[in-house]
């Protein structure tokens, strides 16, 4: 139970910075829209990777450095592009989160968040390699994963469907605003951070 309650804790301090992914589960949250398969989605791919961390594959990710490489610039690629999408719809009123405005279908809100989720490097570095190491150092590794894989279940149904609260906030088309140029700033900041390793 302690090694247990340890990979929820660690799990869970990783997870709650805020970032591309966190900011795109919030969003869904907010406008209402497909956020059972969004928040799934996250935490399905929090596991598998945890999973793969905590059984020593972080060791081979070591010996094959471009492809690191190749996921940082497709991510930075991918960042630069969500961020402009973000500012473009603040500037225009942000009609594209108002819950009468237009929604994204099924497939292209999971393409995008399997985007966000598999080409940041970060996400590589918080589970595989970190969580991973982490997991070594305690006595029932397992317990550790699935405390980790427990947490990132709890943290992102728990933003998601609790984003709803906010919504007497972001009643006003202005919030909206706000909302889509934060996440603008937050996908361009990680974005440059990306960039510059």
């Known amino acids: 139970m302690v090694s247990y309650l340890a990979g929820m804790g660690t799990g869970l301090s990783l997870i709650l910075a805020i970032g591309a992914q966190n900011a795109f589960v919030l969003k869904q949250g907010l406008a209402r829209r497909h956020v059972l398969a969004v928040c799934l989605f996250c935490a399905i791919s929090d596991a598998i990777l945890i999973a793969v961390g905590v059984g020593g594959m972080s060791v081979a990710g070591a010996g094959i450095p471009w492809l690191f490489e190749v996921m940082r610039w497709g991510g930075v690629a991918f960042l630069l592009w969500y ?15 108002r819950p009468e405005g237009k929604s994204n279908g099924m497939a292209a809100t999971l393409a995008a968040v399997a985007a966000i989720t598999w080409l940041n490097p970060h996400v590589y570095l918080d589970t595989v390699v970190l969580l991973g190491s982490i997991a070594s150092q305690w006595p029932d590794r397992v317990a550790f994963a699935w405390g980790a894989i427990s947490g990132s279940f709890l943290f992102f149904f728990a933003l998601g469907y609790g984003a709803r609260l906010l919504a007497p906030v972001f009643a006003r088309p202005r919030a909206w605003q706000w909302l889509e140029a934060g996440i603008g700033c937050v996908m361009w900041g990680i974005a440059l951070k990306l960039a510059l390793g």
């Open 83 to 97: 961020g402009l999408r973000s500012f473009r719809a603040a500037l225009t009123g942000g009609e594209t989160l």
